[in-house]
């Protein structure tokens, strides 16, 4: 049958975890508790039934050395007293045989095929005058048809039994009831590290604060505060991510303010073209057309930098010399006043690199525009391929010291090239691009000036 909508749903699987471990912790120290009183119960009811067992067979053994040949009849005892003696008589086989006074004693069937020898001895509960009795029938002597009745009081017995039962049943509630407290206490500091994670988790999703932490206690490396140390660790990577993220967007928004204003600006301009010379509109509309690619070419970077991560379908085996030449020739026809040299060992022709061709054509494009576009006119930009390494260097200003660590920032621009085209996200691109295919990008000062960009990446084929 299904549950009806609405109705929350009910069971011991929706109890929270603290109750379920409670529970579950308690029923084990209960169960164990009432097992071992139930044990200790049946083994003091077994030893004190085993003690009066005994006393009866010593009785039986006394009665028949001290009255050997007496006919049947009762011998001794008066059963209703406890400090009197054992009662004992002998009863025969026959029934014709019984004497002519009362037995203090019942005589059974079972009685009399004890004294014939055809049932074995027994032992029988009963009560006389009111009080209880245990008895034991078993044969007296060899040769004679007849058997020994000998019966005791059993009171004390019953009730060390029944104190036995109080006893236990005591320990039992009492097991139960501290198993409960002990299961919730337990529950309670064990799960204490899970309700200030779930606290925690709850307070993010409600605040959208990232900055959060779990307070994690010292000197304890369980499972738990192990879960709640990775919880930090994922929270600073969220935070971080969130940082990157509106720095990209705030970054992204100032560099975007300035080429849509004169955009803005121009067809504002042109939407006057009749007021303007012929010459007029032609610069306008070089320089519309001109801020139009910039935005195209920055909205393309940044949706490539907020991808952060390849197209692992299109990942194949380029060869990397081929493309190397391929990207020079390129960076020759777009920067026809830079001269490009271009060295490859005989130990790197043939080695290829797993990666999306046109993501390492990018990196390429990127590395020799910046060291193009930084190169005085007339100096060189030298390509180097070597079997797992990538350089290139020109012999522009170099790099300053304080702007080294930042060069693959994202929109960051030295001084030195505030007045170059660009919109300072090219180097951030080709780190990226490098990083997704399993290489790194370093920048260093090159020996005798200029910048040297070095690619370290692994290579496959005949010569990696």
């Known amino acids: 049958m299904t549950r009806p909508a609405g109705r929350p749903a009910t069971g011991p699987a929706h109890l929270p975890l603290r109750t379920r471990l409670a529970l579950l ?31 009866l067979t010593q009785a039986a053994t006394l009665a028949t050395q001290q009255n050997r040949g007496e006919p049947p009849g009762v011998l001794s005892g008066e059963c209703r007293y406890l400090a009197a003696p054992a009662c004992a008589q002998l009863v025969p086989a026959d029934a014709a045989d019984d004497p002519s006074g009362a037995y203090l004693l019942p005589v059974s069937d079972t009685a009399r095929e004890v004294a014939a020898g055809t049932h074995a001895p027994y032992y029988t509960d009963l009560t006389l005058h009111g009080h209880p ?17 000998v019966a005791l009081r059993s009171d004390t017995t019953a009730k060390g039994v029944r104190q036995a039962t109080w006893l236990f049943a005591a320990i039992s509630v009492a097991g139960v009831a501290l198993a409960a407290l002990g299961g919730n206490w337990m529950a309670r500091r064990g799960l204490a590290p899970v309700a200030r994670l779930t606290a925690t988790a709850e307070r993010i999703a409600a605040t959208r604060d990232a900055r959060t932490r ?12 192990r879960l709640a140390a990775s919880f930090n660790t994922m929270l600073a990577e969220l ?28 067809a504002e301009l042109l939407a006057r073209a009749d007021r303007l010379t012929p010459a007029q509109r032609d610069r306008a509309s070089t320089a519309l057309g001109r801020q139009i690619h910039e935005v195209t070419s920055l909205v393309n970077d940044l949706i490539e930098l907020a991808r952060d991560e390849e197209p692992t379908p299109l990942v194949e085996e380029v060869p990397l010399a081929p493309l190397v030449a391929h990207a020079v020739e390129t960076a020759r026809a777009h920067w026809p006043g830079v001269p490009f040299t271009l060295t490859v060992t005989p130990e790197a022709t043939s080695t290829t690199l797993p990666g999306v061709p046109s993501r390492l054509s990018r990196l390429l494009a990127n590395l020799l525009g910046n060291a193009a576009k930084f190169s005085p006119p007339g100096s060189t930009v030298e390509i180097t391929l070597l079997v797992g390494e990538l350089t290139v260097r020109d012999h522009g200003p170099g790099i300053a010291p304080e702007d080294l660590p930042h060069v693959f920032d994202r929109f960051y621009r030295a001084e030195a090239s505030r007045a170059l085209p660009g919109s300072g996200l090219g180097l951030a691109m080709a780190r990226q691009i490098a990083e997704a295919h399993g290489a790194r990008l370093s920048a260093e000062r090159a020996p005798g000036g200029g910048a040297l960009f070095r690619l370290v990446f692994a290579v496959t084929g005949p010569d990696a």
């Not at 009432?34 to 119960?41: D, M, Q």
């Open 25 to 55: 912790a308690c029923a084990t120290v209960a169960l164990i508790t009432v097992g071992v009183c139930t044990a200790a119960y049946a083994v003091i009811r077994y030893e004190l039934g085993h003690q009066l067992d005994l006393q």
């Open 133 to 149: 009795v245990r008895m034991l029938t078993t044969p007296y002597t060899a040769g004679e048809d007849k058997a020994l009745q």
């Open 214 to 225: 779990i307070d994690l206690p010292s000197g304890r490396r369980d499972e738990v505060t």
């Open 239 to 266: 935070e971080d991510s969130v940082a990157a993220r509106r720095r990209l967007v705030a970054d992204a928004s100032h560099e975007l303010r300035t080429p849509l204003t004169a955009l803005r600006t121009n």
